[in-house]
């Protein structure tokens, strides 16, 4: 019995160590000329940041949409940690420029954290990685876990069970039944949604998914598309699902 004790304790151990997220020493300083919104500033030379690990609702600025629920709050919140003409520490990601031609790169707090841990945390958006820009996605992924089920800011209204559109959608479904092949799993799930997962996805993640059972509840992300008149949704990072409890 004490074996298993030293066992467990040493396997928790593990896990919140992997889960922990790191404290940075080095970094750059920068002017911020402006908040965006709530994942994106101006800085004073001109270059825009976008932060890593993190998804705000958008605000639609130019007038077209209404914003998001919740695209307020999240600019509000982040022009209170760092307002106009203010200094911010910044890490630069791997890969430093997305699409858009924005820099990538990891803001943190004055004592060198992580600042979209905080973010995330207090329910402002989503968890939304890229590789090679995927570090640190476990003491995320608890920082986003703890914001939902205390139902903070975007996870106030609940998760959706199935989809009703095509593009990034949250659900939250229950598996009718799990199919597991040779490299891949497929679930089948209430609503007519079919979840799959590959080769893309890391080898004890596709073995997590294929333990679960017909009846489990899985939080899930992801694009959905409509294909042969099912909607699909493939899971190729580990940070896109967790069962729920």
């Known amino acids: 019995m004490f074996v298993h004790i030293l066992f467990f304790l040493f396997i928790l151990s593990s896990f919140e160590a992997i889960a922990s997220c790191p404290q940075f020493h080095q970094y750059e300083t920068v002017n911020v000329k402006k908040v965006i919104d709530g994942d994106t500033v101006l800085l ?12 705000t609702p958008e605000l639609y600025k130019k007038g077209r949409l209404a914003p998001e629920p919740g695209a307020s709050a999240a600019r509000r919140w982040l022009r209170n940690k760092i307002p106009d003409k203010s200094q911010m520490k910044l890490v630069f990601a791997a890969e430093r420029r997305d699409d858009y031609g924005r820099l990538l790169a990891h803001p943190l707090t004055d004592g060198g954290q992580l600042l979209v841990k905080n973010m995330l945390a207090a329910g402002l958006g989503e968890l939304l990685l890229i590789p090679p820009n995927h570090g640190y996605w476990p003491c995320l992924l608890l920082a986003e876990q703890a914001a939902r089920q205390q139902r903070l800011g ?14 990034w959608q949250r659900l939250l479904i229950r598996v009718n039944d799990v199919r597991v092949y040779r490299g891949g799993v497929v679930l089948l799930a209430e609503g007519g949604l079919r979840v799959r997962a590959g080769k893309r996805l890391a080898a004890a993640s596709r073995r997590e998914l294929g333990r679960l059972q017909a009846g489990d509840w899985l939080f899930v992300r992801g694009y959905v598309r409509k294909t ?13 699902f967790y069962r729920e409890k």
């Open 44 to 55: 004073m030379d001109g270059r825009s940041i976008r932060f890593v690990g993190v998804d």
């Open 228 to 240: 042969a008149g099912e909607w699909l949704l493939w899971i190729n990072h580990p940070w896109q």
């Open 154 to 167: 975007i996870w106030s209204q609940g998760v959706p069970a199935t989809p009703k559109r095509t593009g």
